[in-house]
Structure formats: C-alpha cells, structure tokens
C-alpha cells in the first residue's frame, strides 16, 4: 500500500543465501531478467494471455532496463517499434528477445543500450512462443514442434522427441476368439 492507502504492485528480490529480500521500484514490471551488475530488464506490461497477431494497442508489451538501486527512472530500450517486444534474456553482453518485428514472432537481440538491433530467426509458417534460454541455447515452440537456437552457431534446428506411452490398453481391439478370455461362467436363472 502507498501513503494513501492505494495497492501498488511491487516486486521484491530475494537473496537466496540469507533469505533477505530488496524491494524493487517499479510498479508494472514483469517478465524480467537480472543482470549480475544488479540492473534488470523486463517487460513493463505482464503478458495479457492474447494471441493477438501484429498487435500494436495499448497494453503492447516492450523491454524496459532499470540500471540498480541508484536509478530514478527505467529506461524503455524497444520504444522505437510499436508492437510486440517479449520475453528478455542476457547472454554475452546482448539482450535477446522474441518480436514481431517483421510480421512473425522472431529472435532478436540488441546491445544492453538497446542498440545494434539484429534478427537471428526468420520464422514466417508460425509465431515462435515459450522462448527460454539456457546457456547461450534458446528453446521455443513453433507450430507443436520444439526448437533450439544455439547463439554460437547462429543454427536453428527441430527437436526430435516421441512420447513413450503405456496406453495400449486402451486402444480399441478385436478379439477373434472371445472364450479364450473366460475367466469364470455361471448358469443363468433359465439354464442358458
């Protein structure tokens, strides 16, 4: 709650070692990422739950960096397009995203002053989502596949995966012989 009794969404880091927890200045930040510097980058909007294609309202969502404790004010780093900016994650020195930049949610990245803007996917059958990144290897979903887009090698590749199943039971199935499955009989009341 504020001075005059409003709610205000806030967001608090914990340090995982003493359990003690910094609050966080900023009152719409979600989605974010920290740096080791202490600054982060986040998305000023939560996602809203829309599929919505191109999207380019009132509640699109950009990346903001708010550089530490010392800083009045975050710095909104993908302003300079009105559409879709999700998702941020660092890795060596660059910021990667997933945006909708050039009509499909593609892979960008861009220098932690919001500079150098590259495109590293050039998805054009579906929007990727679910983008994660483990290091230096971005994981999404295209269409119901998988993919991994590892950063050193500039490679995009499918994931090959099958689901393993023990429901063969209950797959539908003719039994020729039905009395070989008998396990018990009785005589009903009229002898049948």
């Known amino acids: ?30 989605d974010g990422v920290i740096e080791g510097d202490g600054g982060m980058y986040f998305v000023r909007i939560p996602y809203n739950g829309s ?15 708010w550089s530490g404790k010392d800083a009045d004010e975050a710095v909104n780093l993908t302003g300079d397009f009105d559409g879709t900016s999700r998702r941020p994650m660092v890795w060596s020195g660059r910021v990667y ?4 930049r ?3 949610m593609n892979l960008w990245s861009m220098g932690k002053d919001g500079k150098d803007l590259k495109q590293h996917t050039t998805l054009s ?8 990144m483990d290091a230096g290897r971005v994981i999404y979903q295209l269409g119901a596949d998988l993919h991994v887009f590892d950063i050193a090698k500039a490679k995009d590749q499918a994931l ?11 797959r539908e199935r003719w039994n020729t012989k039905p009395t070989d499955f008998v396990t018990s009989a009785h005589l009903s009341p009229d002898g049948d």
């Open 160 to 170: 090959s995966n099958t689901l393993a199943s023990d429901l063969d039971h209950t």
């Open 97 to 100: 995203f997933a945006s909708d």
């Open 51 to 65: 599929h919505t294609k191109r999207y380019k309202g009132g509640t699109i969502e950009q990346i903001w960096r």
């Open 125 to 132: 059958s579906y929007d990727m989502y679910g983008t994660n």
């Open 1 to 30: 709650f504020d001075e005059r009794g409003k709610v205000r969404l806030s967001m608090k880091i914990v340090d995982q070692a003493t359990g003690t927890r910094t609050l966080v200045p900023l009152a719409q930040a979600a």
């Open 102 to 104: 050039d009509g499909y």
